[in-house]
């Protein structure tokens, strides 16, 4: 099967903007969560997503906000983007929402 | 106090010894621990997941599960350079997330 595809794997954004990212799960997956990863934080939980249903979010503040289709794919926005959303964003699938994630390659996001 | 807790390392060993990998939690509703990997430059890969108290082998790993004393333990045996990586621990928390330690990085010298 093929595994988690991000895109796009690098971008550089200018404070003010916004952005998205997409994802595609592996076939049969219907459950997709996004991560933020920096030096500092390390890998922190956004959202994850079921059946087009968000079912749980993390503790980012509204900027961040996401969807899934009903192919599974999913797409991650940002608003008003800051300095510090420069990270690795991450995106992962499971089978069924158990916590078996399997990472994408993920999409580097530089603020300037 | 962070959920899930790691030394963040680096934690060196020889080629063919044992690296031993720790990992608390403070949640004490955590059921399931997850074990990843990353190499430098790339995405978490998983490794083991362990959700009963005790020890589970895979190969030249061993993941153990001791919740009373709220603690996860990753053992590669036979450590290999290639073995080098950033060791991620992850506990389900109850609300319904995985939350991730900092990562422990090993260097397995040859």
């Known amino acids: 099967k093929a595994g988690v595809t991000q895109t796009p794997r690098y971008l550089i954004k200018t404070r003010g903007q916004q952005v998205t990212l997409s994802c595609s799960p592996i076939?049969?997956?219907?459950?997709v969560s996004w991560y933020q990863q920096t030096p500092g934080q390390g890998l922190q939980f956004l959202f994850e997503?079921?059946?087009?249903?968000?079912?749980n979010k993390g503790n980012f503040p509204g900027r961040f906000s996401g969807r899934q289709f009903s192919n599974s794919r999913s797409e991650m926005n940002v608003s008003t983007l800051e300095l510090g959303d420069s990270a690795l964003y991450l995106c992962?699938?499971?089978?069924?929402?158990?916590?078996?994630?399997?990472f994408g390659p993920g999409t580097r996001l530089t603020v300037t | 106090q962070k959920e899930v807790e790691q030394n963040s390392g680096p934690l060196s060993v020889p080629e063919g010894a044992i690296a031993s990998l720790n990992c608390t939690y403070s949640?004490?509703?955590?059921?399931?621990f997850f074990w990843y990997r990353q190499y430098s430059g790339k995405s978490p890969e998983l490794i083991m997941f362990?959700?009963?108290?005790g020890d589970k082998e895979d190969g030249r790993f061993t993941a153990q599960l001791n919740k009373a004393s709220q603690y996860v333990s990753l053992l590669i045996r036979d450590s290999q350079p290639s073995d080098s990586a950033t060791y991620l621990c992850?506990?389900?928390?109850?609300?319904?997330?995985?939350?991730f330690g900092q990562g422990t990085t090993l260097q397995v010298k040859p």
């Open positions: 076939s049969g997956h219907r459950s």
């Open positions: 992962a699938s499971d089978p069924g929402g158990g916590y078996e994630q399997y």
């Open positions: 949640d004490r509703g955590s059921q399931s």
């Open positions: 997503y079921f059946s087009e249903t968000q079912r």
């Open positions: 992850a506990g389900t928390s109850n609300t319904g997330k995985l939350i």
């Open positions: 362990i959700y009963s108290n």
